[in-house]
């Protein structure tokens, strides 16, 4: 019989992916906002306000969804992993009650202001509103990744005479050296889902010739955003999350890259499929003395595979780690050359007739969501099998009393009831799409529509 530990682990990996949707292009749609309202601001040009007040309608939308499915998740703590807030609580409990205390009422608040105070406040209230509104959107983000950065990398704690686990340095618990890499790379993989959706809405209206003047400030906006954060994603962000994997977490590297057995001169797998059995990579495509080089900059250096650990503190999943890992990384490539080359056209003033380029653009939408839930899964998979990381393994933290036909029960009551959260997001995101962007100020536009419909226009 399955046991309770892995519905329990499985309903978490499906509220927490889905869950994540939404978050990743308000935080990336956050820092677009700013710019826009930024632009209209300083020029005083009507036409980023209106752009900005679509979009704002875009984030609106998205978080609203992400606040519905993100409460389950902080549920789950003391339902299905009980025995780990116990351990564990006098940490985690600091940077999630700051996120919900100060990062979502800052990014609330503000939305409030942007989406019915237009009329009330001046334009510069209403920049600070944005600008506020980002702060609270990415320290939000911040808190929330200290979180997981201190369970990949637990520091700045002490064991309670009780065995629990307690915060002795706050400023090093929020100073950890893995929330960095972790940070920057999470919050510019964001960026590029909300440059890449914003670039898609752009080409689609290009394509069909709908609000042709949103359709350019959309198209370069988010192409040179998304173009920005693809590179970074590689580079320095990627390597550097890579490199403290394979500092803190060694077995854990050795399995991003199929890597088995120490050698010098070890190759870089692109493309090939591990076989648990041999413990060999079937039909590998190499870089030979490439992993040497990116790890230690010397092709030739030695690097430990993973035989060199134990089997228990491997983890669980190899294969489906690697799998995440390259689908990750192999996505994030695609992002890079194809946004290069969709700013060579705009160099060459090309891309607004390409339209076979412009069909990529846009069919590229959903892909930004697949990298990060893969980069999500890479992160969570390759800490296992240990919830705090060689501290605290995840087998000793489920609820005792919860036993497998009650997490499968939830579980199948979350997936019937996402999909039709799903269902009902991708159907308001389409009306807002097709509607497009309005021209004139809120109170303009709604006494246009009422003359309208009177039968005055």
């Known amino acids: 019989m399955t046991s309770a530990l892995f519905y329990d682990r499985l309903q978490f990996a499906v509220t927490a992916t889905f869950h994540y949707l939404f978050p990743q292009l308000t935080m990336g749609l956050a820092l677009l906002l700013f710019y826009l309202k930024s632009r209209a601001l300083w020029s005083g040009d009507s036409h980023y306000q209106d752009a900005a007040r679509f979009w704002t309608k875009i984030f609106a939308l998205s978080f609203a969804f992400g606040v519905v499915t993100g409460i389950p998740l902080e549920f789950q703590f003391g339902t299905n992993w009980a025995k780990f807030s116990t351990y564990a609580g006098g940490v985690?409990?600091?940077?999630?009650?700051?996120?919900?205390?100060?990062?979502?009422?800052?990014?609330?608040?503000?939305?409030?202001?942007?989406?019915?105070?237009?009329?009330?406040?001046?334009?510069?209230?209403?920049?600070?509103?944005?600008?506020?509104?980002?702060?609270?959107?990415?320290?939000?983000?911040?808190?929330?990744?200290?979180?997981?950065?201190?369970?990949?990398?637990?520091?700045?704690?002490?064991?309670?005479?009780?065995?629990?686990?307690?915060?002795?340095?706050?400023?090093?618990?929020?100073?950890?050296?893995?929330?960095?890499?972790?940070?920057?790379?999470?919050?510019?993989?964001?960026t590029a889902t909300g440059a890449f959706v914003m670039t898609a809405v752009g080409a689609y209206y290009q394509l069909s010739g709908f609000h042709p003047p949103f359709a350019e400030t959309f198209l370069r906006t988010g192409l040179v955003t998304a173009a920005l954060a693809s590179v970074l994603l590689l580079y320095p962000t990627g390597h550097g999350s890579s490199m403290q994997v394979f500092e803190y977490q060694p077995a854990t590297g050795a399995a991003f890259e199929g890597h088995f057995e120490t050698k010098a001169g070890a190759e870089l797998v692109v493309i090939g499929q591990p076989n648990m059995e041999t413990l060999t990579i079937d039909n590998p495509l190499v870089v030979p003395g490439a992993l040497s080089f990116l790890l230690y900059g010397h092709p030739a250096a030695e690097v430990k595979g993973l035989k060199e650990f134990p089997r228990k503190d491997w983890p669980d999943n190899v294969p489906l780690l690697y799998y995440g890992y390259h689908v990750m990384a192999g996505l994030g490539t695609i992002f890079m050359t194809t946004?290069?080359?969709?700013?060579?056209?705009?160099?060459?003033?090309?891309?607004?007739?390409?339209?076979?380029?412009?069909?990529?653009?846009?069919?590229?939408?959903?892909?930004?969501?697949?990298?990060?839930?893969?980069?999500?899964?890479?992160?969570?998979?390759?800490?296992?099998?240990?919830?705090?990381?060689?501290?605290?393994?995840?087998?000793?933290?489920?609820?005792?009393?919860?036993?497998?036909?009650?997490?499968?029960?939830?579980?199948?009551?979350?997936?019937?009831?996402?999909?039709?959260?799903?269902?009902?997001?991708?159907?308001?995101?389409?009306?807002?799409?097709?509607?497009?962007?309005?021209?004139g100020s809120p109170a303009h536009t709604e006494t246009a529509g009422v003359m309208t419909k009177s039968g005055v226009l």
């Open 92 to 190: 985690i409990g600091q940077t999630l009650a700051m996120e919900g205390l100060f990062a979502f009422f800052l990014e609330s608040s503000f939305l409030g202001i942007l989406l019915f105070g237009e009329q009330r406040f001046s334009p510069r209230i209403h920049w600070f509103a944005t600008c506020m509104m980002f702060v609270g959107s990415w320290l939000s983000g911040f808190f929330i990744l200290a979180t997981n950065a201190w369970m990949q990398h637990p520091v700045a704690y002490a064991v309670a005479a009780d065995g629990n686990l307690q915060v002795n340095d706050f400023w090093g618990l929020l100073t950890n050296p893995w929330l960095l890499w972790q940070y920057t790379h999470n919050m510019t993989a964001a």
């Open 339 to 439: 946004t290069l080359l969709a700013l060579v056209f705009q160099w060459r003033g090309r891309l607004f007739t390409a339209r076979w380029l412009l069909w990529i653009l846009m069919l590229l939408a959903p892909f930004p969501y697949i990298a990060t839930t893969a980069g999500w899964m890479t992160a969570e998979l390759g800490r296992q099998p240990w919830l705090v990381y060689g501290l605290f393994r995840t087998a000793d933290g489920a609820s005792p009393l919860v036993h497998s036909g009650n997490a499968l029960f939830t579980l199948l009551g979350f997936l019937g009831l996402y999909l039709l959260l799903g269902l009902l997001f991708v159907l308001l995101f389409v009306e807002m799409i097709m509607h497009g962007p309005t021209t």
